[in-house]
C-alpha cells in the first residue's frame, strides 16, 4: 500500500488542511487494476474532524479491496464556508487525475461523510456540476463528478431537525443569511449521485428527519437512494465497535455493525451493477 500526505491549499485553508491517501498495490495475482476509491470526510460539527471517522474507516475500505482517502478540510474558527466545500473539490479533481498512475477507476469515485462530514459530502454531491464549483477552482465538471455518496448520520437540514451548531460554525456571520441556502433537502436535483444514507432512531444530536427528508426528496427525484435506520445508539457511532470506541468505552452497538457491509454490498450493486 501506499500512504500519501498531501498538504491542501485553497484560498481560505487552514495550515493543517490535508489529505491522506491509502493506495493499494498493483499485483498481477490479482484480477484487478483499476479500483473504486472512497473519500472520507470526518465529521466534527464543523469545528474539528473526528478521528473516530478517518483512517479507521479507510482501512475497512482498503480491506474491501478498494483505495480510500482522509479529507482533513478547515474548520471553523479558521474557515468558513465556501472553502472546506472547496478543498474537498481539490481532493476530487486531483483523484481524477491521477487515476491513471494511481490506478483509480475515475468512474467509480465515492464520497463518505459522517455527521457534519456528511452536510460537507453531500453539498458537495449537490454543487459539484454548478457555477460555484466552476468559479472556485476553474476546472470542469468532468474533473469534479463524484459516483455516489454514503452518509452516516447526516446533517441536512437547517430546518425543524437541524443541528444549529454546525451551521453557526459553516456560516459565522452569515448564519441568517446562508442557512435556508445550505438546508440540503431543498437542493436535490438529476445531478445529484445515488447515496446509501444511515442513522439511528435514538440519535439525539442530529435526528433521523435529517436522513428522512434528504431521502424523500431523492425519491421524489428517481434519485438511487438506499436508507436504513437502525433502533438503537445515540449520535457518532463510528464502526459502533470495539475499534471506534471513546475512552469511557460508549458507541458500542452490535446490531449497527453492519452498516458498512451494506454500504459495500450497495457498492457492488448499484454503483458496479452487480445482483
Request: glycine share 8%; net charge negative; proline share 5%.
Amino acid at each position: 500500500m501506499k500512504y500519501i500526505e498531501e498538504p491542501i491549499k485553497v484560498e481560505g485553508s487552514a495550515d493543517y488542511a490535508k489529505v491522506i491517501w491509502y493506495l493499494l498495490d498493483y499485483s498481477e495475482e490479482i484480477g484487478i487494476s483499476k479500483r473504486p476509491i472512497v473519500i472520507i470526510c470526518p465529521g466534527g460539527g464543523y469545528c474539528f474532524t473526528s478521528d473516530r471517522e478517518a483512517e479507521l474507516f479507510a482501512m475497512q475500505w482498503t480491506a474491501c479491496g478498494y483505495h480510500a482517502a482522509v479529507v482533513r478540510y478547515s474548520v471553523s474558527p479558521e474557515a468558513e464556508y465556501p472553502v472546506a466545500l472547496n478543498e474537498l473539490a481539490t481532493v476530487v479533481r486531483r483523484a481524477h487525475r491521477m487515476a491513471e498512475e494511481w490506478l483509480i477507476d475515475e468512474k467509480l469515485i465515492i464520497l463518505e461523510g459522517s455527521s457534519a462530514g456528511g452536510h460537507l459530502a453531500c453539498n458537495y454531491g449537490q454543487s459539484w456540476d454548478k457555477p460555484l464549483l466552476f468559479e472556485l477552482t476553474g476546472a470542469p465538471a468532468g474533473e469534479l463528478k463524484p459516483a455516489g455518496l454514503i452518509l452516516n448520520y447526516p446533517v441536512i437540514t437547517s430546518g425543524e431537525y437541524a443541528h444549529d451548531d454546525s451551521f453557526r460554525k459553516l456560516l459565522g456571520e452569515r448564519y441568517d443569511e446562508m442557512k435556508d441556502s445550505l438546508s440540503l433537502e431543498n437542493n436535490v436535483d438529476s445531478s445529484m449521485p445515488p447515496a446509501f444514507i444511515w442513522t439511528t432512531n435514538e440519535d439525539g444530536l442530529v435526528p433521523a428527519e435529517n436522513s428522512f427528508l434528504l431521502a424523500l426528496e431523492m425519491r421524489k427525484k428517481g434519485i438511487p437512494v438506499e436508507l436504513h435506520m437502525y433502533a438503537k445508539g445515540d449520535h457518532g457511532l463510528g464502526l459502533a465497535d470495539i475499534r471506534t470506541m471513546t475512552p469511557d468505552h460508549q458507541c458500542l452497538v452490535p446490531s449497527v455493525t453492519t452498516w458498512m457491509n451494506l454500504a459495500r454490498i450497495w457498492i457492488e450493486t448499484v454503483l458496479l451493477g452487480g445482483e
